[in-house]
Structure formats: C-alpha cells, structure tokens
DNA sequence: CGCGACTTTGAGGCGGGTCAACTTCAGTGG
DNA sequence: CCACTGAAGTTGACCCGCCTCAAAGTCGCG
C-alpha cells in the first residue's frame, strides 16, 4: 500500500508495525478527501456529531467560545491526527474545529471505528494509545494554562508544538513555520493578544526565540526548554515496547489467516 | 452476577446494557480490592506504569508537581472510574495519584485491558467511550483554567462535581460531601489557598454556596450554572442511544463478510 | 497606492498572589 | 470538663503580572 502518502499509516506505524491488512483499513479512513482553506469550519459546536476526520495535511485547531465572547483554543491538530475522537461518545460537537492553513482532510463515519474494533485488535489498541496521548499532551497543557507565567506558557507551547513536528519530519534545527497568529497563540494560552506581543519582544530580547511572520527560530533548544521547565515524557510514547512484547499476541484473532 | 457490588459495571451499564459475559469480563479487573487510606499515593510521577486500577469507594486526584514547588491538580476520581488510562501509552506515570478519602481500590496489569480488546467490541467500545467522556472532561477544566475568574472557576468545579455526583446517585437536594479542603481546591483550580477562602466568602454572601467542613449546599443550582456558564453536554453522555443503533450490530463477530 | 489584517507600544487599572497574623475547630490527654 | 495542639480557614496589607483601551506602525496584496 502506499504508506508513505498516508499520514495516518505513519502516525500509526509509529507504535507498533502494522500488517497489510490493517494498513488497508487505515486507508478506507481516508477514502475521500477534501481540500479546506485556511479559516474554514470543519464543524462548529453542539452540531450533530456523525463523523470523525484524517488531517491529511495543513494545521487545524478545536476550540470553544465562552459566554464573555472570548474563545478558547483546546487543542492544535498537525497532520497525521485524526480529529474528534473526544466526541466519541456524544452525539453533538462538543467543540468547533477550524483550518489554520489551507489542507486537506479525509471524513469518515462513526461507524468505521465500530467495524475497526472489531476487525482489528492491533488497531484497537493502537488507536487506545493514540488517545492516551493525546490526553497526556490535554494534561500538560492544563497544567500549562494553569500554573505557568506567560513566558514560560509561550515557551512550552513553542517546545512542544517543535517536538511534534520533528516527529513528523517537519522540524529541524531549530527552525519551523508556525502558522497561528498572536492572536490565535493568546486563546490557545489564556492570554490576551498584546501580551502575547510583549512577550515575544521579551523572547527576542533575551535571545530565546526569534519570531518573523510564521516562522520561528529557536537559537538554542535546550535554553528554551529550561526556561519552561519542560520535561518531554509526555511525547515520548513508549508503546513501541509494547508493541513487541504484548501485541504480538493479539494479531491473530481470526482462524482465516493461513 | 453481583452488579451492585461493583462500581464499574454500573458505570459501565450507564452507556450500554451489558451481557452476562462482558460483566464477567469487567469483574476480572476487580478481583483484587485493597483497602486504602485518605493521603496515600497509589503512584507517582515517573515510576514505571504497569498497571491500571479501579477506584470502589473512596475519591482520588492525580496531580503533577512543578518545578516551583506548586502542585496542579489535574483530574477528580470518583467511584466507578478506572485510573491511569491516560499512561496506556507510556511506560512511565506521567501524574501521581492519591486517595483523598479512605476507599477501595483494584489493581490490575496493563495486560488485562489487551485481552478485553481482543475478547469484547462491546467493552472496548465502551472503553472508548469512557475514556472520551473523560477527555471531554479534562477539556472543560481546561477551558475553566485558562478563561475563567476564581469566582467562575469555583462555582463551576462545584456544579460539576454534584452533577457528577448525583449521577452516581451520591448527591441530591443540593448538598453534597466534599472531601477537598481548600489547599486542594486551590490546587486544582490554579489558585491560592487564601484566595479560595476569600471566594467562599463572597458565594457565601451571596447565597450562592454554603460550605461547612467539608459539606456543601447549594440553595439555587439554576442560579449557580448561571454564575459559571455552565454547559453540562459534556457531562450527558449520549452513547445509550447508540447502544441501541450501532452497538447491536458488534457483538456478532465474525459471521458477515459483506 | 491604499486597504485590511496583524503587530507593537504606552498608560492605567484590577484580579489574584504572597506574607503574616489571627481564629476556629477536632482531637487528645490530663 | 478544660487546656493544649495542629490543621484548616480567615483576614488585612501590599504588590505585580496581565488585561483593557487606544493609537500608531508594519506588511502583504488587490
């Protein structure tokens, strides 16, 4: 199959190594895809919720509008993601998803995931861990919006977002585009926009981070991860180990296979 | 089967009725009850993960310590919740968990959550299930962290709580047990102990809430959601009625090949 | 060239933090 | 029954990080 077009199957292939057939229902996810611009609406909340989606490519954000009319930005989805899990087990969008950049997406069917834990125990538990993750960066960023300043939630928010991309082969000394505006960088952090302004002046000052239009520089990474007292665990999923050890026993749940 | 004794198949009959088997299933994971105390930790951060645990009675918090000596409070545990899915990926607990009262908790191996993959689309949907409900929640304290001002902040993780409470039918009429003292309120809201005092002195004025000890009456919950923007969706999880439509067709395994 | 989106900078205000002292209360022992 | 203790909660004084409002500057693009 072709692996390499498909971000999900890398993503995927990223725990533990999948087989052919499960590489083929990988790619039933993403049977239809859709280009989006930048700006649109993938859904909005309290919509119905039927379908999750692939990000096949560009950056997309979830995100919620409060009663004050400020907005709160829950979480940065890079290509590879698949988007609405949370919604797994309600019937309305509990939050709305909007495109950063132009890209492409794939919908699909809640249903699918249904078939999927049934046919495949590999990516059942795959797909497990891919939530967990996903919650452990949720949590790290709850602790970042509540307990840090805003020089260390700018920090950290940079640090991560760096880390996920070189993971996806996107990164790279140093260097990488980010394409969310201050103020969509304030309602990701709880912060308001100007500060967010100042705040960068200060990272410049000191040297620390170097920002132009969408593009960010990080002169020295280490620095910048003390700075935020950034401790990466929650990147680094380890299911790879299980993988070998424990899924191997589970590939093989229906007699059909010889 | 003695469902009324086990906290998890009740909560777990809360998305979808179960069969004899699947209950069988679950009550592996609690084979193995162990009585603990208000303070202990079951965990901490960066130990290794090799088991998950069931909480029967009693309440848990998970928690990160930061490097500035804070704690964040990261996620309340009530009865019927399974703690430490979010670590299904790693090898390392990325939270330490303590018990906040006496109560009753399951160990039980990594290992045991495979099998029920492989054995039960019923249980693994569900699985997905709980786990989405609980990012949903994670999602709200993250909103409420980052947007919302102490006295928000306070009346929403009340409201919440007794919703979650009354739930498991532990609430009602407006009064509930809270076993956090106000350090740990404080910590799990992202503010200080003094000033949590001040604002149950001020809901306290405002016959919004009454808190004594650890008791807690609310005189008027319509008027108190009002004061915080609460949104309960999050909390109305709806996968009953896909319990009906959808689930149906799983627990056939494999007898369809289109 | 000029518009609109984004960013920067300044002035002033407020919510919530910190420190420290005091009060309340449950539990213990005399 | 009261005195003592330690944990939890309350209160006051003061401070600072971040917000708001407002105006000016920058840049890409039709």
Not at 65 to 75: A, M, N, T, V, W
Not at 172 to 195: I, K, N, T, Y
Request: hydrophobic content about 40%.
């Amino acid at each position: 199959m072709n692996d390499t077009h498909s971000c999900i199957i890398r993503h995927f292939n990223h725990y533990a190594n999948l087989a052919e057939d499960d590489k083929q229902l990988l790619c039933d996810l993403e049977r239809s895809p859709v280009d989006t611009r930048a700006g649109q609406l993938l859904w909005q909340e309290s919509e119905p919720a039927e379908e999750f989606c692939t990000l096949r490519s560009g950056w997309a954000f979830s995100f919620r509008h409060l009663e004050d009319g400020s907005r709160q930005i829950l979480e940065l989805y890079l290509p590879g993601d698949i988007i609405g899990l949370r919604e797994f087990a309600f019937s309305q969008r509990l939050a709305g998803v909007m495109m950063i950049d132009d890209g492409v997406i794939c919908r699909f069917p809640h249903q699918h995931l249904l078939d999927l834990f049934q046919r495949s125990a590999t990516l059942t538990t795959i797909l497990f861990a891919v939530s967990s993750c996903h919650q452990a960066l949720l949590t790290e960023r709850l602790v970042n919006l509540a307990r840090r300043s805003a020089f260390q939630k700018i920090c950290h928010l940079l640090f991560e977002t760096y880390t996920r991309l070189e993971r996806t082969g996107e990164g790279g000394d140093g260097r990488f585009r980010l394409p969310l505006s201050q103020e969509q960088l304030a309602d990701a952090l709880g912060l308001s926009a100007v500060h967010v302004s100042r705040t960068f002046t200060l990272l410049n000052e000191r040297g620390l981070v170097f920002r132009n239009r969408h593009w960010v520089e990080i002169p020295d990474l280490q620095a910048l991860s003390e700075a935020c007292d950034f401790n990466g665990c929650y990147l680094n999923d380890n299911l790879r180990k299980l993988g070998a050890a424990s899924l191997a026993k589970i590939p093989a749940p229906s007699s059909s296979a010889g």
